[in-house]
Structure formats: structure tokens, C-alpha cells
């Protein structure tokens, strides 16, 4: 697993590349990460290192956390998050990890929580069909039929699709290609929308696939060689 950052929602815009072609983004505004923790296999059977996200008042912690900080000598934090990596010893207790770390990377994969729904019947939330819309049907138009079986083996099975609680899940989006980063003032631009609504908290990590897209200006950029050499060609 590759460290990664916690981040806020703030929405989307679009920006315009220097073809004028407009791209739609969601901007994130990235928070600094600081490293309470740092784990190695003598310790724990593993490598990795704890960051902490977020300032957090002293009068929120409990008396654990209280002399977990104090002992650490650092201000609280509010989320505490592990990154596993191979080789946990070239970082320190104390090192701050910014944008910078997504410095060569052209793509990212992102987990946040979608936006709750509430109850929701199952044409909303599993896209039913529902029963027919005559006369013949009495008040169970939008409803979902039937969910068990007969006697045998008589009970509904776990994971049918019912009506219920919808959203309010976390997600993970792959592949999410960076169209612009602002180290100023830690903002990333991502092509395309996340989810989560605004001023939700976001989990950036650098992708785990191999990627071999290109991205929107990879792609401008062959296809001003192509026309070149073409018109070098006559």
C-alpha cells in the first residue's frame, strides 16, 4: 500500500486546457499529514507509519488520546490513519507529508462516503421495475413482489434486495487522472466527480493499478506530433 492523504470536498468547477477544451473537476483541499508513528516488523510483525489529519482541541480528547499526544509531544489530531509500506525506516516521528507526494503521479484513487438518501424504496434504490401501472394491480405499483421462497427453505435470504437505508456508504474511485495541483494552497484538481457531498472528508492514495491512459494533455500533445510529421510528410 502506498501512503496516502486526507482531504475535504470543497465542489466542482471546470478548467480549460490550453486546447480550450473545458474538463470538469472536483477540487479538493488537502490536508498536511504529520507522523505520530512509526512501525517495523520487529515491533509489530509489519512495516508502516501512523498520520495524523486535522487540529483538533484539547478539550475533545479523552484522557487516553490526552497522554497519547503528550507522550508523542505533538498536537492532537482528529484522524489517525496506517499506511503499510515496505520501507517505513527512511521516515521520522515529526515529518510532515504534503502534496509532494503525489509530485510524479498522473492518476489517483480516491474513497469517501456517498451521500445518505434515507429510506428508500427498492424502484429507487435497486432500479425495480416495479408491478404493472393498471387497474389491475391495487396500491403495490411500485412494490417488490415477493422475497421469500416456498416452505422449503422458508425464510428470505440475506442480502436480498429490499427497500432500506440508501447511500451513506464508503466508496472507492480508481483511476481518477490529476488535472491540477496547487501546492500554494494544497489543492488538487481531479478530472470528473467524487463521491460525498461538500465539505466531506476524502482519502487520497496514488493508484494501485498500472495505468497505460494517457491523459488530456498526453494526448494533445500526440496528436500536435501527429499533424507535425504529417505535414513534414508533404
Sequence with gaps: ??????????????EFMETGQSVPVTVIKVEKGRVL?????????YNAIKVGFFKLKNSKLSKQMKGYFAKKNTEPKKILKEFRLENSEQYKEGNELGLEIFKDQKFVDVRSKTIGKGFAGVMKRWNFGGLRASHGVSVS???????????????????KKMAGHMGDKLRTMLNLEIVKSDLDNNLLYLKGSIPGGKNSTVLLRGSIKNISRKTIKEKHDAKVKAAAAKKGKK
Design 37 to 45: 508513528d512509526v512501525i517495523t516488523k520487529d515491533k509489530r510483525g
Design 141 to 159: 405499483h411500485r412494490s417488490h413482489g415477493s422475497t421469500g421462497q416456498r416452505q422449503d427453505p422458508g425464510k428470505v435470504f440475506k442480502g
Design 1 to 14: 500500500m502506498s501512503i496516502g492523504l486526507i482531504g475535504t470536498k470543497i465542489g466542482m468547477t471546470r
